[in-house]
């Protein structure tokens, strides 16, 4: 049942769609070096973080340089980083939190 309501929130607030216009206006605002932290906190959301940090897209092929190198705005730093047993224990709600951290090149 709660999954019901979520997708019904997600569609009725377009959260993906915000989450989307976010992530491309990123690029503009984060200077050369700097870094971002992004919280997603269902698969849905997860997945756009993902695939825009490995590829700068949201789908379809990865662009390239002339070398064959992807041409992607940020690069991954570290690994996902997601809520330990004592926390999900002392906070529920955190269960299916991920935290991606990302770097401007």
Same mark, same amino acid.
């Given at each position: ?50 695939? /825009?940090? $490995?590829? @700068? %897209? ?10 064959? =190198?992807?041409? #992607?705005? /940020?690069? $991954?730093? @570290? %690994? ?10 002392? =906070?529920?709600? #955190?269960?299916?939190? $991920? ?7």
């Amino acid at each position: 049942m709660a999954q019901i309501f979520q997708a019904i929130r997600i569609e009725v607030n377009q959260e993906l769609e915000a989450i989307k216009e976010f992530l491309l206006q990123t690029p503009h605002v984060v200077s050369q070096g700097g870094r971002i932290s992004l919280i997603s906190y269902h698969s849905l959301e997860d997945r756009l973080v993902k695939r /825009f940090i $490995r590829t @700068g %897209k949201f789908e379809g092929e990865v662009e390239k340089d002339f070398y064959g =190198n992807p041409l #992607a705005p /940020f690069k $991954r730093i @570290g %690994k996902l980083i997601q809520p330990s047993t004592d926390e999900i224990a002392k =906070n529920n709600r #955190a269960r299916s939190a $991920r935290l991606r951290i990302a770097e401007r090149l």
